[in-house]
């Protein structure tokens, strides 16, 4: 879990479970350009539940864990 001091955020489950922007987005099929888009904000995630499943098993994270990391502020 991250620390108080350190938001969730989806590039900190990215790092977390040691995956580069580039396995990301194979394993998501899409390109590291939108993985980029995802981690600075620029997009949100757009995906059906079958791919969200597979992206929280990917970042080993929780369902709760992912949307706090795209919450806006």
């Given at each position: 879990m991250?620390?108080?001091e350190?938001?969730?955020?989806?590039?900190?489950l990215?790092?977390?479970?040691?995956?580069?922007?580039?396995?990301?987005a194979?394993?998501m099929?899409v390109t590291?350009?939108?993985?980029?888009q995802?981690?600075?904000?620029?997009?949100?995630?757009?995906?059906?539940?079958e791919?969200?499943?597979?992206?929280l098993q990917?970042?080993?994270?929780?369902?709760e864990?992912?949307?706090?990391?795209f919450?806006?502020?």
């Amino acid at each position: 879990m991250a620390s108080e001091e350190e938001a969730i955020t989806f590039a900190y489950l990215r790092k977390r479970a040691n995956l580069t922007q580039r396995q990301i987005a194979e394993a998501m099929g899409v390109t590291v350009g939108t993985v980029s888009q995802w981690e600075t904000g620029g997009q949100r995630p757009r995906l059906f539940p079958e791919q969200i499943q597979k992206l929280l098993q990917i970042l080993n994270c929780s369902l709760e864990e992912f949307v706090e990391a795209f919450r806006q502020e």
